[in-house]
C-alpha cells in the first residue's frame, strides 16, 4: 500500500484528528483565512509526516452538510501558486479527491511528506472586521503537534535530522551492498562536478563538453540514443 493510500484510508475509517488527519466541518476557498489556515495545514502536514484532511466532517469525525464541490473545484494550479506565494516553495504532490467516508462521500486533500522543510517567506496577513491579522509570520517553520498545526520546536527539528539521517544510512547501506555484488574492482565512481570516473586502478577523464549530454534513466545507468545501456562499471 503506498503512503497516499494509507492517507485515504485514514480519512476513510479514523474519528479522531491527530497529527495525521484534520476534519473541516466549513471552508470557502475564497476567504483568505480560510485559505491561508489551509495552507498553514498543508506546510504543516508536509513538514511532519504527512496527512490528509476531510471537509464536511466536525472534529468528534461526525459528518455535517457540506458541498464536496466547495473543494473539487478548486484550482490546483491556483493553490500550488498560493503556497508558492506565502513560502517561496513549488509544492504540487498534494491530490484533491472524494474519498468513501461511511455512507457518504466526502472530499478530501491529501497532503505528501515533504523531505525538504517548507517554511514561510511571507506573513499570512488577513482582515477581520476592519482589523489585520496573521496565521503565520515570514520565518515561521510549522509542524503538526497532535490535531494542530503550531510552530516548530527543538524535537521537531531533532527528529527530523534524525530521518535525514537514517535515509542517508539506508541510501550508503545500498550502495554498499551493490559494490559487494560486483567487487570493488569493478565499480567506478562518476563525479559530474569533476568530470572523471575513478575506478580500481584507473581513471577516465570526461570531456566537459560531453558532461550535459549525459541522461541517467535508474540503477546508474545511461543510454545514448540507438544503442544499448552502458553498465557503470569501469574494468
Known amino acids: 500500500m503506498s503512503e497516499i493510500e494509507k492517507l485515504i484510508k485514514l480519512g476513510q475509517t479514523g474519528n479522531k484528528e491527530n497529527k495525521r488527519l484534520d476534519f473541516k466541518s466549513d471552508f470557502d476557498y475564497e476567504d ?8 498553514k495545514h498543508i506546510v504543516a502536514m508536509a513538514n511532519t509526516q ?3 484532511i476531510v471537509f464536511g466532517v466536525e472534529d468528534n469525525g461526525k459528518a455535517v452538510s457540506f458541498s464536496n464541490k466547495n473543494i473539487l473545484n478548486i484550482d490546483t494550479a491556483d493553490l500550488v501558486d498560493q503556497i ?3 513560502t517561496n516553495t513549488e509544492f504540487d504532490s498534494f491530490v484533491i479527491k472524494e474519498i468513501k467516508r461511511g455512507q457518504s462521500k466526502k472530499a478530501a486533500l491529501i497532503i505528501p511528506f515533504s523531505e525538504d522543510l517548507i517554511v514561510f517567506s511571507k506573513q499570512g496577513q488577513y482582515n477581520f472586521r476592519n482589523k489585520n491579522k496573521l496565521h503565520f509570520e515570514k520565518g515561521d517553520l510549522y509542524f503538526r503537534h497532535g490535531s494542530k498545526s503550531e ?7 531533532a527528529r527530523r535530522i534524525e ?3 537514517s535515509k542517508e544510512r539506508k541510501e550508503w547501506g545500498s550502495i554498499f551492498s551493490k559494490v559487494a555484488q560486483v567487487g570493488p574492482s569493478s565499480v567506478g565512481i ?3 562536478v569533476g568530470g572523471t570516473i575513478e575506478g580500481h586502478k584507473k581513471s577516465i577523464i570526461i570531456d566537459e563538453s ?5 541522461k541517467f534513466i535508474q540503477e546508474g545507468n545511461f543510454t545514448k540514443k540507438g544503442s544499448q545501456p552502458l553498465g557503470s562499471s569501469v574494468t
Open 163 to 165: 530521518a535525514s539521517r
Open 151 to 157: 510552530k516548530c520546536n527543538a524535537q521537531d527539528l
Open 32 to 39: 483568505s483565512s480560510h485559505r491561508l489556515k489551509l495552507i
Open 84 to 86: 508558492h506565494k506565502y
Open 190 to 192: 562518476l563525479d559530474t
Open 50 to 52: 504527512g496527512g490528509i
Open 210 to 214: 560531453l558532461l550535459p549530454k549525459l
